[in-house]
């Protein structure tokens, strides 16, 4: 049973567009979302995160979006660039978990030139 | 360099022989967690370490897989008897604790890609 979804396993998008990720959750202890960004052979590397007394965060480029009455989170890409070009994981945690995260499988982006 | 580091980056086995790999979390951070990847999948938990004790463990993390943070520092994770369904890349990631139950981020290390034959 998947606590977390990602389901789309891929996304292309045009260079200068804006990319749009969605995420989906069952638990509704989960309390803190992250996502993650990662290219082939390395591991995750940590991209934003909010917690769930938030509903938008913001990093240059990347704004999630959290919608709790949904179990819906969205990462926002604007503008895309061919370096975006990964695969994306969504992962959640509880408080009671000592932060053990639970992941999506994953959607790879790719943004063309 | 003062990421999370693994070691080694590659290991290949025959089925039944022993394997250990090494995790050097980021320094301070007193949180360390093991994950596994297999192939279309995201990291799944493996099993949490705060400071030299380990906290929990995952139904994944049969009797042939073993952990341990000596000294509180680096991690080491052993697998027994190695069969071909352990083959996968094992990621380590570490956290520092900014209060007592917070969620803190991970940072996560290369990993290190096992292949059994």
């Known amino acids: 049973d998947q606590q977390v979804k990602q389901n789309s396993p891929s996304l292309s998008v045009q260079e200068g567009r804006i990319s749009i990720l969605n995420c989906d959750y069952t638990?509704?202890?989960?309390?803190?979302f992250l996502w993650y960004k990662k290219y082939p052979a390395e591991g995750p590397t940590f991209l934003i995160s909010i917690s769930s007394i938030k509903d938008k965060n913001e990093d240059g480029r990347f704004t999630v979006f959290l919608n709790k009455s949904a179990k819906h989170l969205s990462l926002h890409i604007v503008p895309s660039q061919p370096g975006d070009s990964a695969v994306y994981f969504c992962?959640?945690?509880?408080?009671?978990?000592?932060?053990?995260?639970?992941f999506g499988k994953g959607t790879k982006l790719s943004v063309k030139p | 360099d003062t990421g999370v580091s693994q070691d080694p980056r590659h290991k290949i086995t025959k089925r039944g022989q022993n394997v250990t790999f090494r995790c050097d979390p980021i320094s301070e951070h007193n949180r360390l967690y093991w994950y596994r990847q297999t192939l279309g999948q995201g990291p799944e938990f493996l099993t949490y370490f705060q400071n030299e004790a380990q906290l929990e463990k995952s139904r994944l993390l049969s009797d042939r897989f073993s952990a341990e943070r000596p000294k509180g520092s680096f991690s080491t994770l052993e697998i027994q008897r190695t069969e071909q369904g352990d083959s996968a890349m094992y990621l380590c990631?570490?956290?520092?604790?900014?209060?007592?139950?917070?969620?803190?981020?991970?940072?996560f290390g290369p990993g290190t890609r096992l292949t059994v034959l």
């Open positions: 638990n509704s202890m989960f309390d803190y």
């Open positions: 992962a959640a945690s509880s408080r009671g978990s000592q932060g053990n995260l639970i």
């Open positions: 990631a570490s956290s520092p604790q900014i209060a007592r139950f917070s969620t803190d981020t991970q940072y």
